[in-house]
């Protein structure tokens, strides 16, 4: 199966074809809210869509807060940078959950909705790429994952999400969350589509020294296993159509063993606080002093000054900020902090031993894609509950992808497989090995040929 | 009384110590970029340069020097700090465990850390300026033990380290700034940001009376921050602090551990001890030859290529009559030759030691332009209208008129003599 990007770029454009894209887009995303910044100048290219996290030359970027309103940054992101020299085309800045902080795209001015069913949640935090995603029938996008911003969306949109290994995409040019988590990824309609485009993009940056250069593998394996403590979080409609979809893959030969790893669990406690901790510290910088919203009246005291201007932040960045600054204290650091760390590399330790035997599965999401009211009706820590599937291989900067394997009531459900540091290739054939045998579903073709 | 000094020095590197921007600019926020703006989105490459200089003082100063170093943030809201936090080290700095050698006692040195400086802060009036150019400048802290006990130590410490930072290549006239520790009991207060010997033995002695006298008045030492006013020379309060600040450290994730074994040097040999050394081996005062070589690069290159071909009294005599003048770049053959005219019991002035020295290798900076000497010649020669008569008995007249034309002037006397001598013929 080739690329559809090669199909394209080889395609006759009809003449206007673009300035038809942009306008479809612009009305749906009316409905939707996936985009902040549509660019009708597009003329040329495969439109490649932009998180908004992510910095582009000209163009207002502001990961979706309030407090960075009017920042145009004076430079691009390397992975930008990147596409647009392989050919890429900017199509516009995706709306997100404020800064990454969230998991259904809601934490935002405006609510991004799924487009299968509008009455819900499009997953997040990455959700209009997501969104744009599923709604065009030649896109792919650039998202970012800290805890699982690019799985629950893609799951829940019915994408591929894919989300390398750490350091494998340079960070240069994103709006950090928290630096040891970050990772840039990409959305398509297809394995292919995402490898493509990963392929262009990856590799070392001397403006990110934590950006690495490595021979990526492809095993062949045939090994998948599933960690039943986190099986057990999955609600029952979800995990009887996951179940189905393994005997599927075992009649395609594969075998899938059952592991238990209890202490996975402590892992969405140990990532909100490293990623509280380190996002805490990343905000700090917002002000109203040199960019994004400022405060007019200069004449105020320091921390009248920065005080009014962190007014603006939203409430979960409010809540990070405070538990982050609160667990980084000097006399509670070794209670949370530290011990924090300890879980994350005992994380890295265990999914690490687990992985060289195959490929972990799960559900991406332990729930069926839920409607707005029912998010609204989620505690912090429900909401923070559903991350732990995600979570596992974000902690640990391992490689996973989230693809559709099955459609429940017209909503399509995600499955996530984890593989190696290093071993981003194999995920991408396990994928494009699935999709022999899947028949993809959208609500939406916009712009096809 | 106990006193520990943590100073800032400025490290000489091309560049900032994150990003690619020149340090030291004057035009205010022209040496900026996304990096020591902070600007959302930019990330921080650390400058190799800084590193092996942190790592030369670091042995210089006898320093445990780490393989692995590692970065964090320390979080505080300022205006002059573009991220809201600082960039600096805490459990893994480039040295620890050092000490600095004084006359009968060392002064241990904590830790050495390399950190970036905060932009500067230009307050007016009515209104205060910041110049971010430079916000990002390579900085190292220098912290030691409490184990300084009077001003004497204090001055042979601060005298000591200075040499040592000079003699790492470091400008010690304007990039080396103390806080100053000091308590003559319990609590200890911290004198901030003060520069120069004088400022901080001026500080350390009034901070040392005023404790006492707090003490004997019956109450007690506030821990608290205090800065220094030059012109009272007196501390006053900046900032109390009921307890140690909470900075919220963190690990600066956008660096990575960085490996030093690569900086390895040479540690600078403190000139103290080679003084010391030459001291006995000549049968010199130390203090003559401290005089001579704690600042200064040249004179102790030339002691040590000259010390077993010249007397060392009479070189540390020419290297003083040298400084007296200003005149650096001297070659070991020029030296030679002053040395031996000292020897034969010469006495120069400036002009005779250039004299010496002339023809080897010195600066053109003092020559002076051809116009220039002519229109002196012809002034003398309209002044005293007789030379030229006298010339015609006495060509030897020539040289009352060059030794008139050549006052203050570093010109060749030779040369000079053949112009005056045209000049003298042309009138006749």
Known sequence: MTSSISKFVRSEKREGYYDRLVTDLTGLNDRLNAFSVIDGNMKVGFPLSVKDNLCVKGFECTASSKILRGYIPPFSATVVERALNAGFSFLGKTRMDEFGFGTFGINNDKPVRNPFDERRVAGGSSAGSAVATSIMKYHVSLAESTGGSISAPAAFCGVVGFTPTYGLLSRYGLIDYANSLDKVGVMGRSSQDVRYLFDKVKGYDRRDSTSVDSALKSRETKNLMIVEELLDKVEDRVKTRFLGFLDRLKGNGYSVESVSAKDLEHSIAAYYIISMAEASTNLAKYCGFKYGLKVDDFTKGYNDFFSEARASFGAEAKRRILLGTFVRGKSVRSRYYSRATKIRRAVINRLKALTKKGLLISPTMPVLTPTFEEVEKLTPVQNYAMDILTVPPNLAGMPHVSFPYDYLNGLPLGAQAVSDHFDDYTLLDFVSEWEKGFRYEFKYNLGDL | ?428
């Not at chain 2, 608290?224 to 012109?231: F, I, L, Q």
């Not at chain 2, 401290?290 to 010249?310: C, P, Q, T, V, W």
């Open chain 2, 1 to 428: 009384m106990k006193i520990g000094l943590e100073t800032h020095v400025l490290l000489p590197t091309k560049t900032k110590l994150f990003c690619s921007d020149a340090v030291a600019v004057e035009q205010p926020n022209s040496s900026v970029c996304p990096v020591c703006m902070g600007l959302p989105g930019s990330k921080p490459v650390l400058n190799k340069e800084a590193v092996a200089i942190a790592v030369k003082i670091s042995a210089s100063l006898n320093c445990r020097i780490n393989n692995k170093i590692s970065f964090v943030r320390k979080v505080y809201f300022y205006p002059d700090l573009p991220k809201n936090f600082q960039i600096t080290q805490l459990e893994e700095p480039v040295g620890e465990k050092g000490f600095v050698q004084i006359r009968g006692k060392k002064i241990r040195i904590r830790r050495i850390q390399i950190e970036e400086d905060p932009a500067s802060i230009i307050r007016e009036k009515d209104y205060t300026l910041v110049d971010f150019n430079r916000s990002g400048a390579p900085l190292v802290e220098i912290v030691t033990e409490p184990d300084i006990g009077n001003e004497e130590e204090l001055r042979d410490f601060y005298t000591e380290l200075n040499s040592l930072l000079y003699y790492v290549g470091v400008d010690i006239e304007k990039e080396v700034k103390s806080d100053l520790n000091l308590s003559v009991a319990e609590e200890r207060v911290e004198v901030k940001n003060v520069t120069g010997i004088n400022n901080l033995l001026g500080a350390a002695r009034y901070e040392a009376a005023r404790q006492t006298a707090v003490i004997k008045s019956g109450e007690s030492v506030r821990l608290e921050t205090r800065s220094y006013d030059e012109k009272s020379r007196t501390t006053k309060v900046s900032r109390e602090k009921e307890t140690e600040e909470e900075y919220g450290f963190l690990y600066e994730t956008d660096l990575t551990n960085y490996d030093t074994d690569w900086a390895l040097v040479q540690p600078v040999r403190p000139a103290s001890l080679i003084a010391q050394e030459w001291a006995g081996e000549y049968n010199v005062p130390e203090n003559r030859i401290r005089e001579a070589i704690m600042f200064n690069k040249e004179a102790l290159s030339l002691l040590d290529h000259g010390r077993n071909l010249y007397g060392f009294g009479e070189m540390l005599a020419v290297i003083r009559l040298l400084k007296q003048a200003d005149i650096m770049n001297v070659t070991s053959e020029g030296f030679g030759r002053l040395v031996s005219a000292v020897k034969n019991g010469a006495s120069p002035d400036k002009t005779t030691l250039e004299k010496y020295l002339r023809g080897v290798e010195i600066p053109d900076a003092g020559t002076v332009d051809e116009s220039e000497i002519l229109s002196e010649i012809k002034k003398v020669l309209e002044k005293d209208k007789s030379i030229k008569e006298k010339y015609k008995k006495n060509p030897n007249i020539v040289n009352f008129v060059v030794g008139e034309v050549s006052k203050g002037k570093n010109v060749d006397r030779k040369a000079l003599a053949k112009l005056v001598k045209k000049e003298i013929e042309d009138l006749l």
